[in-house]
Each structure stands twice: as structure tokens, then as C-alpha cells.
């Protein structure tokens, strides 16, 4: 008992029977097979109103498969608009837990979609405010497999754009929702837990605490967006090819052949945040999200296998920073054979690059890291190690015939004052580690010079450097330097940069202004 919304607790409650009293066993996903769904006119929802999609406007804690959309042509919602579901969220657990001994039950309150398709010829999705996705408005710890939404020409939203999901992320309650969400849920209460569990709990008790919470990442698995001169566009930060942004993303194969495609991609634009594959992908820090506290132990980091991002000359533009050919901004996670193939432009005021724009970061909160979770303290940063390393393998990025542009030109006020970087791979690198990866088909490298700040450019990476401790110290009472919820050093001296960028195996091919220089 203790699960859900529906009329047990209604009439526990009405009994007065404390929800601190009831203690969730079990959850029963409501299954949706083989269902389709055809449209004469093609239009779905409006600019009012929260939630549209051409299957479902909120998937909520339910597996549906083998499902098919067909003659749809828009979709329309203020918040969340997709192909397939506007939003596509797991449920959120009602009930207390304590530290008294409670038994840890394996609850699956996720969102699944499996083999499931929008046949489309020139679909356009628009969210007036945030979160629009070809097939997923938003995912909050959900995971979809072996879907497809075809004839996409258009995604735009205010914030949160994405060939697939406008956003991928963690539970619904920690991020999405509101107060009213977290309270009195497990996500309001489990976090008497958390200390104990989290640190000393083997792996399979962390995760079925974390599942309980919802704090575990949506997941996204053989997936594919078929583009026809796909436009996606945010207005403001946010627009990515496959997702606008992700926390603790998984895009892997995970049995499948692939993790994700992308094909018939146009444009990619965005004030801040743009990439072929997603504007950002940052790691999610279960416990800080939680309870606010310096987490020591459980990250979830995101991670980009086997995917492929194409098009017929596309371009990558972020009219303030963060533009790549993959992710504008990356940190704490891996990638590992992402190809990039047919872009002819990137470029963006600041933090530019063929494969990623900034990977890494001094602190979280200076690279709208967790912040973006909305729980996050200033100063709630992870280690450094886990929170922030960036691993490539196996990646590539490859121009157009024409070549590929990579251009910073934008100005200290736009820019937050930060010195301008692009690189042919990676514009800024801190402490990242890149292996047998390759840009090819590259044109030109361009950092512009403002008078005020520094500018570096380079066929590779435009600027590398160490990740150190110093931004994450603070002074307690008695002025000594501590790091928040971990340690205390003597002097800045102990907080030397500790983290080295490593590239092994990694080549720039350039295509000479003429003619390709191969012939």
C-alpha cells in the first residue's frame, strides 16, 4: 500500500492515518501494447496549455510498446509538446521511509517506451515556454528504446529544445515539479537515509533507495530522429539535435545496434547551449539534488555511446556561448564513438568547437552545472574528480565538402567576461581526457580579439588547461580554507591543480582554402 495517488491513500488519509505510517511495497505500471493512433487534420494542442503530445500528453509511471502516430503534422503546448508525449515522467512515491529498519523494496515507477514510432511528413513541435522534443516534450527517469519519430522538420521552445526530448532527466519530483511535488514524498523524507545508505549500503541498496526517491537518469536506447532539413531552435538556452539538455543522461546501445541517430539535421540555434547531439549534458549528484548537502559518493554521470549526427551542410549557432557539432557543454561523463559527419558551421560569442564547446569546468556553478536542478546551493559542489572529468573516445567530427567553420566572436558583455576560445575539437578544455579521436574536413579556426580579454584558437582545442580546488574552497569561521562538507587545507598550496588533461592518438585533417589538398 502507500503508492501513488489513487484511492487508498484518499481514504487512509480521511481516516487519519498519517502517510508517515505507510510504507510503499510495490508498484503496478499501468502497460500499453500495440496501439496506434491515425490523425485527418494532424494537429494537437495549443500554445495554453501544459502537456500535448500526438500519443500521450503525460506518460506517468506507464510502459507502452509496439505504438504508432501517423498524420500528425503539429503539436502545440506551453510546457512540454512532443511527438510522441508531451511528458514522459515515472510516478512519484507517496510514503515515508526512516532509518529503523525499513525493508528497501525494488520499485519500478519508471516511464517506458519501447518500439515505438511517429510517421510524419514535415512535423513541427512548439512549446511557447519550455520543453519540445520531436518524440518526448521532457523525460524525467524514464527510458526509451528502439523508437522512432520520422519527417521532423521543426522543434522550438523558449528554453529546452531537442530532436528527441527537449530535456532528459531525473525524477520528476526533484526537478521538474514543484514544492507541491516533493512534499510528502520520498523525496521530501528519504534523506534521513541517505548518509547512511549512500556510504556504507552496497551498490544494489543505493539504487533502490535512489529509484525510491527518483533520483536515477532517463535513458535513451536505439532511438533515431529522422530530419527533414531539421530546424531545432530555442530562444533561449537549450537545443540540441537528440536532446536540448540532459542530467546523468544514458544515450547508449544497451542491446540495440546503436545508441542514437540523428539524420537530416539543418540548423541547431540557441542563445546559450546548442550541439548536434545536445546543448549540455551535465552530471546529476543524487544526494546534493536530495537534501542539499556536498555529495561524497554517488554521481551519475551521463553518458553518449554509439551515436551519429548528420546532415547536408548544417550549422550549430549559440548567439551568447556553448556551441558544438556535439554538445555545447559537457561535464562529469563519457563519450565513447559519437560521429559527427556533414557540418559546415559552428559558432557562437564564446566556448566553441567542432566536437564540444567547453568540457569540464573550475566549479559547477560557474558552468551552470547542477544549478540547473534548481536545488542547488552555490556552494553545493562535487569533487572535482567525479563531478566534473570528461572522458572522449573514439569520436570524430567531419566537415561538410566545403569544410567546417569554427568561429568565437562574440562580446566580454554577451560572453560574462570570459576570455574567447575555439577549437577544431574542444573550444576550452579543463582536465578532460581524449582518446583515438579525429576532426576532419576542417576549414578554419577563429577566436576573435576583444580589446578587454584574451582570445585562443586551435586546430584541436582552443584552450587547455588543469581542473584545480581553488574555486570550490571557502573560509570558515576561523579562516582556514576548507572544501564545503569534506576537508580542511593549510593553504591554497594543498589545492595545486590536481586533474591533467590527457590527448592520445588525436589528429586534425584541414581542408586548404583552394581545393582539398589530397587530390
Known sequence: PGVGLGDLITVLLQNDVPLGNLIPTGYHNPVITGCSVTLKTGTIGNAAQDYNGGFVGIQTGTKISNATVSGLTTVQAKNGAGGFAGLER???IKGLLNDAGI???????????????????????????????GFNGAMANSISSASLVSGLSSVKAKKYAGGFAGRATVGFGTTLGGEDEKKPTLVDSVSKLLGQILTNGTEEQKNQLLTLAGVMPSKIHGCTVAGKTLIVESGGDYAGGMIGQGDGVKIT?????????????????????AGGVAGSVVTADAIGVLNNTLGVGQFIPFELMQMSV??????VTATEKYAAGACGLML?????????????????GNYTGGFAGRTGAGSLASAGGLDVLGLMKLNNVLSLADGMQVTIKNCETVGADSGCKIISEGTAVLTDGEDFTAGGFIGESVASIVEASHVKQL????????????????????RSHTGGLAGLAEKDADGNLKLPGILEVDSLLSLVPYLLPKYTNTTVTFLSQEKNPNE
Open 443 to 462: 576549414q578554419s579556426v577563429i577566436a576573435k580579439h576583444d580589446h578587454t580579454k584574451s582570445s585562443y584558437a586551435g586546430g584541436f582545442i582552443g
Open 103 to 133: 525493508t528497501l523494496y525494488e520499485i519500478d515507477a519508471k516511464s517506458g517506451q519501447e518500439n515505438c514510432t511517429v510517421n510524419s511528413e514535415g512535423l513541427k513541435i512548439e512549446a511557447t515556454e519550455s520543453y519540445a522534443g
Open 310 to 315: 548528420e546532415g547536408t551542410e548544417w550549422k
Open 90 to 92: 515515472d510516478a512519484i
Open 332 to 348: 562529469g561523463g563519457t563519450a565513447d564513438t559519437v560521429k559527427i559527419s556533414g557540418i559546415q558551421s559552428v559558432q557562437s
Open 253 to 273: 546501445a544497451e542491446g540495440m545496434a546503436f545508441g542514437g541517430s540523428v539524420t537530416g539535421l539543418q540548423e541547431v540555434t540557441a542563445k546559450r547551449y
